[in-house]
């Protein structure tokens, strides 16, 4: 993708590189790696998730599709395993790496299903 300032007319581009990688309960409450991104001439700032986001339930396997997270936060209940099930503190930060990095990132989230 290739975006343009309004004011300056200065280009950069950002395209995927490698993901959406899952976020699991083994990374509840820590920072994962969801996305690699290779993104020239620009400086990411903010990450807004938004909408159209895929959640399973960690103790039935309820998928629930489309899970809006404009407001950052999400609660519903599954009624397979009679929880409540929540998605909330949502924190992002952006990461600069090299090559060699991604490779090893990459490899974290191979193993990560197994």
Known sequence: MVIS????????SLD??????PYTAKDSGSMATIL??????????????????????TESN???DEVDLDEMEWYEYDEEAAVP?????IKCEFVASKKKDI???KNKNKNKDM
């Open 103 to 105: 490779k090893k990132i």
């Open 5 to 12: 300032c309004h004011f300056c007319k200065h280009q950069g």
């Open 85 to 89: 099930v929540s998605i909330k503190d």
């Open 16 to 21: 995927i590189a490698e993901g959406p990688f």
């Open 36 to 57: 690699i991104v290779d993104c020239r001439g620009l400086d990411i700032k903010e990450f807004e998730p938004r909408r159209y986001w895929k959640v399973t339930g």
């Open 62 to 64: 309820t998928v629930f």
